[in-house]
């Protein structure tokens, strides 16, 4: 169902973000150097056991475009509690669309750490159906620069020169929606504290 509502999209809104897991992670919470000169940044931690970021605010937005740079540290390396979910890919930033759930319209860039790399992702639905593809491998401690274009029937993803297109059937001509955060899974809650920077540009 399609409606241009704000109360829509609080209701949605609220309604996922109170039905998070609460499952303990395995591992302790580690001590990890912070990277330097983040001071434009916003940090966002997802708490060990938990699935959403401690800063996940109801913002309806409006994209043409998305861009934000972005610094992991070393609490990206995780090991899953079940090895078959170490592909899952989490969600690191982005927006719903056509004045939809996130689960029916959105595109967002995901994350995981995978065959020994941090992996980040093209990730997208439409009407309900879900596609992601892999961008490229980044490196803890460094800093990337992260867009989402909006061009009628595509998503154009580009993580610093690397791009990736992806399908678009949402009928708005902008990204209307919501903010989507950092979030952890997946099939699991984070294993121990993961701290993630954004700085939207």
């Given at each position: 169902?399609?409606?241009?509502?704000?109360?829509?999209?609080?209701?949605?809104?609220?309604?996922?973000?109170?039905?998070?897991c609460?499952?303990?992670?395995?591992?302790?919470?580690?001590?990890?150097?912070?990277?330097?000169?983040?001071?434009?940044?916003?940090?966002?931690?997802?708490?060990?056991?938990?699935?959403?970021?401690?800063?996940?605010?109801?913002?309806?937005v409006?994209?043409?475009?998305?861009?934000?740079?972005?610094?992991?540290?070393n609490?990206?390396?995780?090991?899953?509690?079940?090895p078959?979910?170490?592909?899952?890919?989490?969600?690191l930033?982005?927006?719903?669309?056509?004045?939809s759930?996130?689960?029916?319209?959105?595109?967002?860039?995901?994350?995981?750490?995978?065959?020994?790399?941090?992996?980040?992702y093209?990730?997208?639905?439409?009407?309900?159906?879900?596609?992601s593809?892999?961008?490229?491998s980044?490196?803890?401690?460094?800093?990337?620069?992260?867009?989402?274009?909006?061009?009628?029937?595509?998503?154009i993803?580009?993580?610093?020169?690397k791009?990736?297109?992806?399908?678009?059937?949402?009928?708005?001509?902008?990204?209307?929606?919501?903010?989507?955060?950092?979030?952890?899974?997946?099939?699991?809650?984070?294993?121990?504290?993961?701290?993630?920077?954004?700085?939207?540009?």
């Amino acid at each position: 169902m399609r409606t241009t509502s704000a109360s829509f999209l609080s209701a949605v809104l609220l309604t996922v973000f109170f039905t998070g897991c609460n499952k303990q992670g395995k591992n302790d919470v580690q001590q990890i150097p912070t990277p330097a000169h983040l001071d434009d940044y916003i940090k966002y931690t997802i708490r060990k056991g938990q699935q959403f970021s401690d800063q996940s605010n109801l913002v309806v937005v409006s994209y043409s475009e998305l861009r934000f740079s972005v610094k992991f540290d070393n609490s990206a390396i995780y090991q899953t509690a079940d090895p078959a979910n170490q592909e899952d890919i989490n969600k690191l930033y982005g927006f719903s669309d056509n004045n939809s759930a996130h689960q029916e319209y959105s595109a967002r860039f995901g994350w995981n750490w995978s065959r020994d790399s941090l992996r980040l992702y093209a990730y997208i639905y439409n009407n309900g159906v879900r596609e992601s593809q892999e961008i490229a491998s980044v490196v803890p401690g460094s800093e990337y620069n992260c867009s989402i274009t909006i061009n009628d029937s595509l998503y154009i993803f580009k993580l610093n020169d690397k791009t990736v297109t992806m399908t678009r059937t949402s009928a708005t001509v902008k990204a209307d929606g919501y903010k989507l955060y950092p979030y952890f899974g997946g099939n699991e809650s984070a294993p121990h504290d993961i701290f993630i920077w954004i700085h939207e540009l």
